[in-house]
């Protein structure tokens, strides 16, 4: 029993390491544009995921099928809306963070993922009606206090940090409106539509196809390695765990991503920042107390 639960948690932390670690392969193929970057990421994907579903999941796909015909066309609308917003603004997400880790800073991309859980949960709160705990309001107080020290450092990097984690947070948002669908086969959807979304700037910053074997390599790795495998592993943790556990996991992803920063990439730090950050550090430990609680009363 022990063994089969720490399957589970073990699949639950490695998608975080593995998208802490992101930072090392987009580094390696900075020359190349952000959106040439992401749109192939995206087509290795989509080939990927929909082999994936032909071949060992054609049982999820035809019931998501009979679910969407017996949807009211009211419904099936409102499905295919939230679908596209949803699309949008996952490679909103991808696209803001691929620039911000080659063009901004690395330290702006890991701050943006220990802000998104907390605007998440703001979010949540403004569009989903969901209750706020007062320990929670002190949190996102304390959380808003450090993007504001962290601003008057450097109000660039705070602000692409802002905009990748809204993109996350508003996602995570929108697809827990959607109910009912296999999220593995909702995500090759996504996918087709975010190729679709990225086509126009492809064309129009027309560039050479690649031929680099190097950069071939690196797009494969970052599309299987760091986008299928992660996600299949977060959907088998949360057959094992319940979701509120892993959501706290999520916070290796910004550790693992500062600590690439700063001792891979040797990127520095001042006082001000430090001390920013252990006020967001400490406002993450408020938000998530209760919860931190209820995990630890479990394991004993």
Same mark, same amino acid.
């Given at each position: 029993?022990?063994?089969?639960?720490?399957?589970?948690?073990?699949?639950?932390?490695?998608?975080?390491?593995?998208?802490?670690?992101?930072?090392?392969?987009?580094?390696?193929?900075?020359?190349?544009?952000?959106?040439?970057?992401?749109?192939?990421?995206?087509?290795?994907?989509?080939?990927?995921?929909?082999?994936?579903?032909?071949?060992?999941?054609?049982?999820?796909?035809?019931?998501?099928?009979?679910?969407?015909?017996?949807?009211?066309?009211?419904?099936?609308?409102?499905?295919?809306?939230?679908?596209?917003?949803?699309?949008?603004?996952?490679?909103?997400?991808?696209?803001?963070?691929?620039?911000?880790?080659?063009?901004?800073?690395?330290?702006?991309?890991?701050?943006?993922?220990?802000?998104?859980?907390?605007?998440?949960?703001?979010?949540?709160?403004?569009?989903?009606?969901?209750?706020?705990?007062?320990?929670?309001?002190?949190?996102?107080?304390?959380?808003?206090?450090?993007?504001?020290?962290?601003?008057?450092?450097?109000?660039?990097?705070?602000?692409?940090?802002?905009?990748?984690?809204?993109?996350?947070?508003?996602?995570?948002?929108?697809?827990?409106?959607?109910?009912?669908?296999?999220?593995?086969?909702?995500?090759?959807?996504?996918?087709?539509?975010?190729?679709?979304?990225?086509?126009? +700037? $492809? &064309?129009?910053?027309?560039?050479?196809?690649?031929?680099?074997?190097?950069?071939? !390599?690196?797009? /494969?790795? *970052?599309? %299987?390695?760091?986008?299928?495998?992660?996600?299949?592993?977060?959907?088998?943790?949360?057959?094992?765990?319940?979701?509120?556990?892993?959501?706290?996991?999520?916070?290796?992803?910004?550790?693992?991503?500062?600590?690439?920063?700063? +001792? $891979? &990439?040797?990127?520095?730090?001042?006082?001000?920042?430090?001390?920013?950050?252990? !006020?967001?550090? /400490?406002? *993450?430990? %408020?938000?998530?107390?209760?919860?931190?609680?209820?995990?630890?009363?479990?394991?004993?």
């Amino acid at each position: 029993m022990a063994d089969s639960k720490s399957k589970y948690f073990i699949a639950g932390i490695v998608p975080y390491i593995i998208w802490g670690t992101m930072s090392i392969p987009l580094r390696n193929i900075k020359g190349f544009p952000p959106h040439e970057i992401l749109y192939y990421r995206i087509f290795i994907s989509i080939i990927v995921v929909w082999a994936t579903i032909f071949l060992f999941r054609k049982e999820a796909l035809k019931n998501d099928l009979n679910f969407l015909k017996s949807l009211s066309a009211h419904k099936k609308t409102r499905l295919l809306l939230l679908t596209v917003v949803s699309s949008f603004l996952i490679t909103g997400n991808w696209f803001t963070y691929i620039y911000a880790v080659n063009s901004v800073s690395l330290r702006s991309a890991a701050f943006a993922y220990m802000v998104c859980p907390l605007l998440t949960a703001l979010c949540g709160f403004i569009i989903l009606k969901e209750q706020l705990t007062k320990a929670k309001i002190i949190a996102l107080i304390i959380a808003f206090i450090s993007i504001i020290l962290l601003a008057t450092g450097s109000l660039h990097e705070v602000m692409w940090a802002i905009i990748i984690a809204s993109f996350y947070a508003l996602y995570v948002v929108v697809l827990k409106v959607i109910k009912d669908v296999d999220k593995f086969n909702f995500l090759g959807v996504q996918l087709i539509l975010s190729g679709l979304m990225m086509l126009p +700037f $492809y &064309f129009v910053n027309a560039a050479p196809f690649p031929t680099e074997t190097f950069f071939w !390599l690196h797009i /494969l790795l *970052i599309a %299987i390695v760091f986008t299928i495998v992660p996600l299949f592993l977060n959907s088998y943790a949360l057959l094992g765990m319940p979701s509120s556990a892993l959501g706290i996991l999520i916070y290796l992803n910004p550790i693992v991503a500062f600590t690439v920063a700063f +001792f $891979y &990439f040797k990127e520095k730090i001042d006082l001000h920042q430090f001390f920013a950050n252990l !006020l967001l550090l /400490l406002s *993450i430990v %408020i938000f998530n107390a209760q919860l931190l609680k209820s995990v630890v009363y479990k394991k004993q």
